[in-house]
Structure formats: C-alpha cells, structure tokens
C-alpha cells in the first residue's frame, strides 16, 4: 500500500525489502511500515483491517512520524553513552521500543533516516529480528 514516487526518494525494490523483513519477522502482528527522514516519510505498509482510507492512515502516521523523529537529535547522547572497551558502557544503540496498552512501536535509525513498525501486542523477542534484518537494509540500502 504505498504511493510511488516515495516523498524519500526511496526506490521501490528498497520499500518491497523493508516490508518484506518486517513482515517476515513480525508476521500477521505487524501493522504498519513507515520509512521517515527528517523531513518527509512514506507509508510503506498499512495491515488493511486498520483504517479506512489511506488519507486516515498517513494522518495518524504523521504524528507518529513527528514524535519519534526526535530520535534524529538524541544520536549524539546514545553516541557518548557507548563507550568502547568499558565494562560498565551499555553498549551501542540498536533500536527503541515503545509499549502501549494495544500495541508496540519499534524505531531503528540509520544516519539520516528511520523505520518504524507498529505492532499488536507479541513476543518481544521479534523485534530483536526486525531491527538487526532492518538495520543491515539501513546501512546498504542497495542491496
């Protein structure tokens, strides 16, 4: 369910192995795919039992998209709170996620752009899989 062109610049052979790794490892649970940078976004996928026009979809995504690019300017803070070879680091940033009463958001950042997954509610260990599939889609996105 995506408009073409991308408002990103994605192509389409990116958007079908962005969705088909959240779908792969999230499964019937997933709900939504959205592509972002920091000033646009694309709503990859969208479960079809959600909303009922894609109108509706893109004006709830939109917010979200809004919230969660925030995570553009915490990159610097998640950077100093690695450190390399200590003990006591907690080690390098990977992805967020965001637990709500009926569901998940899950945030994996690349450098300049973003992924989020909605979710029902599901096993937490999924999203280990979605990020780390999604994560080696971010840093080569051809392939």
Known sequence: MY????????DT?????????ARTTLG???RSVIYFGEHEMDLLYVRKDLYETEQGAMEVKSRLVEFERIGFDE???????????DPSS???YEFTVRIHDDGYVIRILGDSVGVLLTTDEMDVEA????????TRL???PVG
Request: proline share 9%; aromatic share 6%; charged share 20%.
């Open 3 to 10: 408009s073409v062109p991308f408002s990103t610049g994605i």
């Open 13 to 21: 052979p990116f958007a079908d192995s962005v969705v088909s790794a």
């Open 28 to 30: 019937d649970s997933l």
């Open 75 to 85: 990159a610097p803070i998640r950077s100093v709170l690695s450190v390399p070879n």
């Open 90 to 92: 907690i080690g390098t």
């Open 127 to 134: 999203f280990e899989d979605a990020a780390e599939a999604i």
């Open 138 to 140: 971010l840093k080569d």
